[in-house]
């Protein structure tokens, strides 16, 4: 009895520790996995500065309102169209600027008077974000919602921060805070399920001139991804708007919000943004983001007359899209309807074209297979010419994988064809066309079993 005691008590200390490593790593909740399957989304940006026939100036608009919000008037809105050319890109999910640096609300708001029931359009009675949100279920997209409070120039809030001293600021400060809320619980209660709740600039800290907002999201959305206070960020921004990310690019991070106001003990903060941390402790993917019109030193994110020359091509756009959802992150892309509320022909058109040539890149694989183990081979029928991969990890069981290699059996001798580190939700890889029999996935170092959702092999001419 004393051996079979003996054996049991060092079986369970041989297996508690790989137990414990294995518990050790950071997971997705159901939510954000719902973030990384989708992909790419996109984001439209919609204000009354749309119809104002000038250049959109970021810093005037922060301080100088638009005198008459009347100008406001998109005859032939149609937010079915906007989703079509959306979906045609591959977006699974879309996000609508509820307000954004105006101040302005393109919605029915019982709490903010500046808003669709103060313009003559449609009588005061049009809602967009209810239109909006209609088309994504219509055509089966994630509606989100993204709502714009650091910055009001009808009511001077300049980066939160409501203008003037001493008690009239500080009462106003906390009118502010509290309108903030109000319009929060009237987006997240009216219009069902939502994919997101998105704060330009975060939310701000509710502890000082911040709204509390978590809690109200909580409440009325809690499946909903949230993006982000200082409390809490369900993604991170990328680090830039270029649509890429860095690599390697982990969706592990040292702290559960990607805005953190400490830092301290970390390395740089943007490096971090770009690339996440392998040995962070909290699941904080990446996102990228990026406007379609941004060739020829333009970016924007709002539509401006004579910019249609500023879409990026096909080339552009698959190359980030190899830089984003290839390393690991989620794409936003932003769209921009005109003043007849519209998105323009040249920009779906675009997206048409971009969406058909993912598809034709990667809907065909030459051979795809999966497992648990640290070495898959794919074998093909014949001797072929390669010169693509995807890799997928099963996240929900956490970033297993810290370095893998491809090789490719070329003459009968196998070769390495790429290499590299992070993996996550799909890593996609382009090399030098080899003319190969078999390719295999090697993982050469991981922190607990690979567990391989995804190893497909592709020759993309």
């Known amino acids: 009895m004393k051996t079979y005691f003996y054996l049991a ?7 508690f520790p790989a137990m414990g490593q294995e518990t050790d790593i950071p997971r997705p909740a159901p939510h954000q996995l719902k973030w990384h399957e989708s992909e790419m989304g996109v984001v439209f940006h919609y204000d009354l500065h749309v119809f104002d026939g000038i250049k959109y100036g970021q810093g005037n608009n922060r301080v100088q309102p638009i005198e008459d919000y009347n100008i406001f008037n998109p005859t032939q809105l149609d937010t079915d169209q906007w989703i079509r050319a959306a979906k045609a890109a591959g977006a699974k999910f879309a996000v609508l600027t509820a307000t954004h640096e105006t101040g302005f609300a393109i919605y029915q708001s019982d709490v903010n008077p500046y808003c669709l029931k103060a313009v003559k359009w449609r009588d005061g009675k049009g809602d967009i974000i209810r239109d909006f949100v209609n088309s994504c279920r219509k055509y089966d ?33 906390q009118w502010y805070k509290h309108f903030c809320e109000r319009m929060v619980e009237e987006l997240c209660s009216r219009y069902g399920d939502l994919f997101m709740i998105w704060f330009d600039g975060g939310a701000d800290d509710p502890k000082g001139d911040g709204p509390d907002v978590l809690p109200i999201i909580s409440k009325y959305q809690p499946e909903c991804l949230f993006y982000h206070n200082v409390d809490r960020a369900d993604f991170r921004w990328g680090g830039s708007e270029s649509g890429t990310v860095g690599y390697p690019c982990w969706s592990s991070f040292p702290y559960p919000f990607s805005h953190s106001n400490n830092t301290e003990g970390v390395r740089n903060h943007n490096d971090l943004l770009k690339q996440g941390d392998k040995d962070g402790r909290y699941w904080v993917p990446a996102m990228a983001d990026t406007p379609l019109r941004g060739m020829n030193g333009r970016h924007e994110w709002f539509w401006e007359p004579d910019d249609e020359q500023t879409i990026y091509p096909v080339d552009s756009l698959m190359n980030m899209y190899y830089k984003s959802v290839g390393r690991n992150a989620t794409l936003i892309v932003g769209l921009t309807p005109d003043t007849t509320g519209l998105i323009p022909a040249g920009d779906a058109q675009r997206l048409k074209e971009w969406g058909d040539e993912i598809n034709r890149r990667f809907s065909s694989p030459l051979a795809s297979t999966f497992g648990q183990k640290k070495s898959l081979t794919l074998k093909l029928d014949k001797v072929q010419p390669v010169n693509h991969c995807i890799i997928q990890e099963n996240i929900q069981n956490g970033e297993r994988i810290r370095q893998y290699k491809v090789e490719a059996k070329v003459n ?22 080899v003319e190969a029999s078999a390719l295999r996935l090697v993982i050469s170092r991981s922190v607990a079993q690979p567990d391989i959702r995804n190893f497909s092999i592709f020759n993309v001419q």
């Open 412 to 433: 009968g001798k196998w070769q390495t064809v790429c290499e590299g580190e992070s993996v996550g939700h799909k890593r996609i890889e382009q090399f030098p066309a």
């Open 9 to 15: 008590i060092l079986l369970i200390v041989s297996i």
């Open 141 to 173: 997209i994630m509606p989100g919602i993204y709502v714009g409070i650091r910055w009001n120039s009808l009511f001077g809030v300049h980066n939160f921060k409501v203008q003037g001293e001493g008690e009239f600021a500080a009462n106003r400060q």
